[in-house]
């Protein structure tokens, strides 16, 4: 089967139409690329269907051929909205439909899912996203797809936690890096109970090598890696030759963060599509 991968925009500021420049129409047949058997990537990104509500800083996440769009900002406010499609046979995203609210508003927030239970970590709201959440809130997946209502559980972080990224491994819930008035190189964990609320938050004995926030962080065979940070990437536009860092974190509680290889994270991969 031909792979195709595919873009949902999300823009700031409303929605973005195509426009008509007047351009001659090319011949696509003389610049179409034969498909290779075997390759891994075809380039042709392609629009699906639009999300409702323009928002950035969403989080993100998918489960059972449902994709979920999280609370956000649309440029001026923060959200509590929440959306979900169903992911099609060949790609597409079907139309989007409007879930639950949350019971706060909240941006540069994370989201996972355990156990048929979406969770959400952290984030901000308020002026500039000053106001830091240490609140947690779950929501129950529904076998539609639909989600039930939100609530807020009774055990915060530790810390507040904006732009935190997420991990499951096992039954742990673990918070990585994120900002609490200062850049933040600790991690958080708490136990998932089998009733589906979050334990008590724990501070990891250990913390990761350096600071991470607008990082990246997959969970793979027992082990988090955690990838990138804000910090890089403004010391490079500074002009400063440093390089992205790797670190994992084996087993269910965090050890000792060992530096590896440079590699480049990809947002959701489902199905061998990109979105």
Same mark, same amino acid.
């Given at each position: ?70 609370? *956000? ?5 923060? &959200?509590? /909205?929440? +959306? #979900? $499609?169903? =992911?099609?046979? @060949? !790609?597409?995203? %079907? ?81 990585? *890096? ?5 850049? &933040?190189? /600790?991690? +958080? #964990? $708490?136990? =998932?109970?089998? @009733? !589906?609320?979050? %334990? ?76």
């Amino acid at each position: 089967m031909k792979q195709i991968a595919f873009l949902i925009t999300f823009l700031m500021l409303g929605a973005c139409s195509p426009t008509e420049d007047g351009a001659p129409k090319q011949n696509h047949t003389t610049l179409k690329k034969p498909v290779v058997q075997n390759e891994i990537w075809i380039s042709g990104w392609k629009e699906t269907s639009p999300l409702n509500i323009a928002r950035a800083g969403a989080a993100m996440v998918v489960h059972n051929n449902f994709v979920y769009m999280i609370a *956000g900002i649309d440029g001026r406010e923060f &959200l509590r /909205s929440t +959306e #979900y $499609a169903s =992911i099609l046979p @060949d !790609g597409r995203i %079907g139309e989007w439909k409007m879930g639950p609210p949350l019971i706060e508003d909240r941006g540069f927030t994370e989201a996972v899912v355990k156990n048929g239970n979406i969770y959400v970590v952290g984030g901000g709201n308020g002026p500039n996203g000053q106001e830091l959440l240490t609140t947690v809130e779950r929501a129950k997946i529904n076998p539609d797809g639909s989600l039930g209502a939100w609530r807020q559980e009774g055990n915060r972080t530790v810390l507040p936690r904006r732009c935190t990224k997420l991990s499951v491994i096992d039954d742990y819930l673990y918070s990585f *890096g994120g900002y609490a008035g200062t850049l &933040l190189d /600790s991690v +958080e #964990y $708490a136990k =998932i109970e089998a @009733d !589906g609320s979050v %334990g008590k938050w724990r501070i990891a004995s250990e913390a990761l090598t350096l600071p991470r926030y607008v990082n990246s962080v997959k969970a793979v065979n027992g082990f988090a890696f955690v990838l990138g940070k804000k910090e890089w990437v403004l010391s490079m536009w500074n002009g400063r030759n440093r390089k992205p860092t790797v670190t994992y974190i084996p087993g269910r509680k965090p050890a000792h963060c060992k530096p590896g290889v440079m590699v480049r994270p990809l947002r959701k991969v489902i199905k061998q599509s990109i979105y």
